[in-house]
């Protein structure tokens, strides 16, 4: 029963990594960064592994997330490749 | 160059999946890890330490040498954004921004002009750089940052039992923080956990943890080996809880260290290490 969402999230994840080197805009990196965090925590937790899903959505989703934003703050929104 | 790029990064991704297969599958009964050295864990943890939670015992216990590290290099990484990022003189921007309380009204004052009262309650200093005005999130986040901080003390506490621990409680912890500060402005927050105190602090958790160990040594057992801590804590020679009360010591230090580091690396980051003017 567990399968199908372990390929949804995969998948998911295998589209946010994608998305993230792939756009212009280095905020909308940041987020969907965000989002790949927080589906690999899902991942984790969908594992069984719920301490290591609960340091990814705080680390990984959270603060990390708010740490790039605030780079992107200071530096070029675009990137130049 | 894009295209040699792309060659390694397909090399490397097929060497990879190609070396990932010889690996047991996930829930193997019969791989190395899963025939003697995780039913150890598990079926010790309760006899040995009294914790319920065997991730915690292993993170803090069996692995406590490691998870010291770990906290150490979490306090590198403040020190080095610090030495990279921190400017000793405050630059002050050309302009700076002040927003006049009553009307609403933004003021610019060129550099040189006559700037307001430093704790004047009419006009309030904004940032050049983004500075919405919003009573909503103010008073949102207002709300939340005390829960955030429960639940954070929560996490620290309850880890033995529940998943969590000092990693997730200080990220918390200090997330509330780094909240309070993009919800207000850097400077207010800075008056109220100054970068002072987050050096100190994150200094004084990685010595709780390594001093926890450290007060094994004296008492005659192994660094780290919290059974000796028995005596101190009034319990028998051999209780259990002396373990799970040293690993609540260490999990205290670890919550300290990585609150405090991750708002000064917010500090220095936000603000490009001028610490005047923060997202």
Known sequence: MSLPIDFIVLALVVICGIVAISVKDLMAAAIVFSAYSFLMCLSWAVMGAVDVAFTEATVGAGVSTVFCVAAVFHSTRRTKD | ?279
């Open chain 2, 1 to 279: 160059m894009k295209i040699t790029g792309l060659l390694t990064v397909i090399i490397c991704g097929a060497l990879l999946t190609y070396y990932a297969m010889d690996f047991p599958d996930f829930g193997d009964g019969r791989s190395p890890a899963n025939t003697y050295l995780s039913p150890h864990f598990l079926e010790n943890t309760m006899h040995d330490a009294h914790v319920p939670n065997s991730v915690t015992t292993i993170l803090a216990d069996y692995r406590g040498y490691d998870t010291m590290y770990e906290t150490t290099v979490v306090l590198t990484a403040g020190l080095a954004c610090f030495f990279l990022l921190r400017r000793k003189e405050s630059t002050s921007p050309p302009a700076r921004f002040f927003r006049h309380v009553p009307t609403g009204l933004t003021l610019r004052i060129e550099e040189g002009g006559k700037l307001p009262a430093e704790n004047s309650k009419v006009f309030t200093r904004i940032d050049s750089l983004w500075a919405p005005d919003s009573l909503i999130i103010r008073n949102t986040c207002r709300l939340i940052i005390a829960f955030v901080q429960l639940f954070a003390l929560y996490v620290v506490a309850h880890g033995h039992y529940s998943p969590g621990g000092g990693f997730q409680g200080g990220v918390l912890l200090g997330s509330s923080i780094i909240l309070f500060s993009i919800s207000n402005d850097l400077r207010r927050t800075l008056k109220r956990f100054r970068e002072k105190t987050a050096a100190v602090l994150g200094a004084i958790g990685v010595l709780i943890y390594s001093g926890t160990g450290f007060v094994c040594l004296l008492m005659g057992a192994h660094f780290l080996n919290y059974e000796a801590l028995s005596p101190l804590l009034g319990l028998k020679t051999g209780d259990p809880m002396a373990r799970s009360h040293g690993i609540f010591s260490v999990e205290i230090g670890v919550a300290f260290a990585v609150m405090s580091v991750m708002i000064w690396i917010y500090y220095n980051l936000s603000s490009a290490g001028k610490h005047d003017e923060g997202l």
